[in-house]
C-alpha cells in the first residue's frame, strides 16, 4: 500500500465546506483511496473511497486528482459532529493484501461552532 | 441494533495475567479484523480472519492468539500481559476480502479499552 501524506490538523466553522487533502504520490493504478474517521472515543467509521473518478455519497464527495497522486474529502457542510481525524489510506485492491488498511497519523479537523 | 459489539469496554489487569476481549458481529460479515491503537493513537491491524481462517498476521507476539469459533465471532486472548499491551482494541468485521471495487467496508467495533499495571 501507497504511503499517504495528510496535515496534521486543520480547524473549520460549522456550516463552511472543509477541503482535507492527501498526498499519495506513490499510488499505484490498482491502489483504491479509502477514507475513514474516528470520532472521540469511537472505532473508526468509512467515510468514502474511490479509484479515479470523483466519488460522492451522503457524507462526503471524494476528489482525486487526475494524476492520482493527490486527493481530496470534502465535507460540503461542516457541522460540530464532523470533529475527528479523517484518515486517508492507499489500499492494494486484491494480491495478499487481504483487505488490510493501514493507518496514518491522519488530520485532526476541529470544527468551531 | 449493534453491528460490531466488544467484551469488555474496559479492561483493569495486573501484569502478567491472561485475559480475553470478545467481539461478535451481526452483519452477516465474513471476515474480522483485529486493530490495536497505542496512546499515540496509531492505529495497527493484528489479525485477520476470513471464514474463520487467519489470513493476515502482523508479526505480533505469540503471546496473543486470535480465535474464531464461526464467523461472527472473532476473539482475542493474551499471556502474560506487559506493559506495553495496553491500548485500545478495535475488532472490525467486513464482507469479503478483496471485494470488485477495491475492498470492501470495514466496520469496527467501540473498542476495549485494555490497562496493564
Known amino acids: 500500500d501507497a504511503k499517504t501524506t495528510q496535515p496534521n490538523s486543520m480547524e473549520s466553522n460549522e456550516e463552511e465546506p472543509v477541503h482535507l487533502p492527501c498526498n499519495h504520490s506513490?499510488?499505484?493504478?490498482?491502489?483504491?483511496i479509502h477514507w475513514y474517521r474516528q470520532l472521540p472515543s469511537q472505532g473508526p467509521e468509512y467515510v468514502i473511497h474511490?479509484?479515479?473518478s470523483n466519488v460522492n455519497n451522503r457524507m462526503a464527495s471524494l476528489a482525486i486528482a487526475e494524476d492520482r497522486k493527490s486527493s481530496t474529502l470534502i465535507l460540503h457542510r461542516a457541522t460540530l459532529r464532523d470533529a475527528a481525524v479523517y484518515y486517508c489510506?492507499?489500499?492494494?485492491?486484491?494480491?495478499?493484501?487481504?483487505?488490510?488498511?493501514?493507518f496514518g497519523q491522519g488530520t485532526i479537523l476541529t470544527v468551531h461552532p | 441494533d449493534t453491528a460490531v459489539s466488544q467484551t469488555p469496554k474496559y479492561l483493569v489487569t495486573q501484569m502478567g495475567n491472561d485475559k480475553s476481549i470478545k467481539c461478535e458481529q451481526n452483519?452477516?460479515?465474513?471476515?474480522m479484523y483485529w486493530y490495536k491503537q497505542d496512546s499515540k493513537k496509531f492505529l495497527k491491524i493484528m489479525f485477520s480472519?476470513?471464514?474463520?481462517?487467519?489470513?493476515i498476521n502482523e508479526t505480533v507476539p505469540n503471546r496473543f492468539s486470535p480465535k474464531s469459533p464461526d464467523k461472527a465471532h472473532l476473539n482475542l486472548h493474551i499471556n502474560s500481559l506487559e506493559l506495553g499491551d495496553s491500548a485500545v482494541y478495535f475488532c472490525?468485521?467486513?464482507?469479503?476480502?478483496?471485494?470488485?471495487?477495491?475492498?470492501?467496508?470495514?466496520?469496527f467495533g467501540p473498542g476495549t479499552r485494555l490497562t496493564v499495571l
Open positions: 472490525a468485521s467486513s464482507l469479503g476480502v478483496r471485494g470488485g471495487r477495491g475492498g470492501n467496508e470495514q466496520f
Open positions: 506513490t499510488i499505484s493504478g490498482t491502489d483504491y
Open positions: 474511490g479509484l479515479t
Open positions: 489510506i492507499s489500499r492494494h485492491a486484491g494480491g495478499t493484501s487481504y483487505g488490510k488498511l493501514t
Open positions: 452483519l452477516g460479515h465474513d471476515t
Open positions: 480472519y476470513n471464514n474463520k481462517e487467519l489470513i
